[in-house]
């Protein structure tokens, strides 16, 4: 056999595509606990972002947190991408819907309002680049759950595609604005909404006296529900359902 040239050798390398995250997660065998692997990163970089917020996860600070060297964590993850989608694959799988639910609204309903609750406990996920939420199994997972559950509407691709992205978009804006707001007040010192609005009620009285906000000053005077976000949270995914429905007659 022809022996080939250093140079010939090389150039087959390089066509050697390395294995994503994901592949090498699925392939990594059982290990000792001592033993650095994706799992026992992921599970310390939650743990960590829950505890301190995102900010606080850095490759540096997640070797400590692990007792090895920073170089040992990046020969598992390339850095703050592929952490950032270990993290959000692991807190995902606490998402479940029963499969004896069927229905496409339960179904979208159901993985909305855990999904309100998944953010809550930990917060840190709005902050996730959009790329890193998506592209994971767990996630991949929790998508085709719903897009199944629409499967039989009789929806083009695109429609389909356009009503799970209506309701995940309310959830995502929804919960964001609600963690925004509870962080604001933590900042503040104030422990409820009423001490928020005693706090504040110099500026509001002002624009209120003002006669410009008639309908907002009803509103304030009259709403029962001003610190109950999971009612007005279920209330407007039950509307943009409710819309969906209408759209489509069904």
């Not at 529900?225 to 209408?246: H, N, Q, S, T």
Request: hydrophobic letters at 45%; aromatic letters at 8%; charged letters at 25%.
């Amino acid at each position: 056999m022809e022996e080939r040239s250093v140079a010939e050798w090389k150039k087959d390398e390089s066509r050697i595509v390395e294995p994503s995250l994901w592949e090498r997660l699925e392939r990594t065998a059982p290990a000792p606990r001592t033993a650095l692997t994706l799992e026992r990163i992921a599970a310390a970089a939650v743990e960590l972002a829950d505890r301190e917020g995102a900010d606080a996860v850095t490759m540096r600070r997640l070797a400590t947190e692990l007792g090895v060297a920073p170089m040992a964590a990046y020969r598992h993850v390339s850095g703050k991408d592929d952490l950032w989608a270990l993290m959000i694959d692991r807190v995902s799988a606490e998402l479940a819907v029963p499969d004896e639910i069927t229905g496409w609204r339960e179904v979208l309903r159901s993985f909305a309002v855990q999904t309100r609750e998944l953010m809550l406990r930990h917060p840190w996920m709005g902050r996730v680049p959009a790329g890193a939420v998506q592209l994971t199994p767990t996630r991949m997972a929790v998508a085709e759950r719903q897009l199944a559950a629409l499967v039989d509407l009789g929806l083009d691709a695109d429609a389909m595609m356009a009503a799970f992205r209506a309701v995940t978009s309310y959830v995502q804006g929804a919960v964001q604005s609600e963690i925004a707001l509870r962080e604001f007040k933590e900042q503040h010192g104030w422990g409820s909404g009423a001490e928020a609005r005693q706090a504040l009620a110099p500026q509001m009285n002002y624009l209120m006296e003002s006669g410009r906000y008639p309908v907002y000053r009803t509103y304030s005077l009259a709403a029962s529900r001003k610190d109950d976000p999971g009612w007005e949270f279920e209330f407007g995914v039950d509307c943009v359902l409710d819309g969906i429905a209408r759209r489509l007659g069904i």
